[in-house]
């Protein structure tokens, strides 16, 4: 079961057939079918009647439309918080040898960074604070 299939069954009912789904989808009709038909074949379920004039839901149908709907709902919430969102919290690791030119290398071009832009935030309290070793 994919997130693509549900959207289609979704979309299957809402329109209340697969031709006028395939059409708002610009999708095929029997890639369309043939979805609906994998999904229906894995779930063990008829999930739509098929009629000359449009679908109807079954009552296994009905109850899982109403998953489907939630499952895609939920995705589209973690999407709209999630997915191209600039971290919070901006993270700097460094990893290096103990030798003393290195850390103090490192600890010079913080200092100057710091004098530079001194309104960058940094830590808990908008301080950064540099351990020497």
């Known amino acids: 079961m994919t997130l693509q299939q549900l959207k289609y069954l ?32 894995e779930m063990g379920l008829d999930l739509i009647a098929r009629t000359p004039k449009g ?11 109403g998953c489907a709907r939630q499952v895609v709902e939920q995705m ?5 918080r999630w997915l191209n969102k600039k971290p919070s919290r901006k993270v700097l690791s460094v990893s290096m040898q103990h030798y003393a030119f290195a850390i103090n290398t490192f600890v ?3 200092k100057k960074q710091m004098r530079t832009n001194m309104n960058t935030p940094c830590g808990k309290h908008g301080r950064l604070k540099l351990l020497r070793m």
């Open 55 to 65: 679908i109807s839901m079954t009552v296994d149908g009905s109850e899982f439309l």
């Open 10 to 41: 979704i979309e299957i009912v809402n329109c209340g057939s697969i031709n006028k789904a395939a059409e708002r989808l610009y999708t095929a009709q029997p890639s369309l079918s043939n979805a609906l038909h994998d999904l229906e074949s």
């Open 108 to 110: 010079n071009m913080v």
């Open 76 to 80: 589209g919430l973690l999407e709209q």
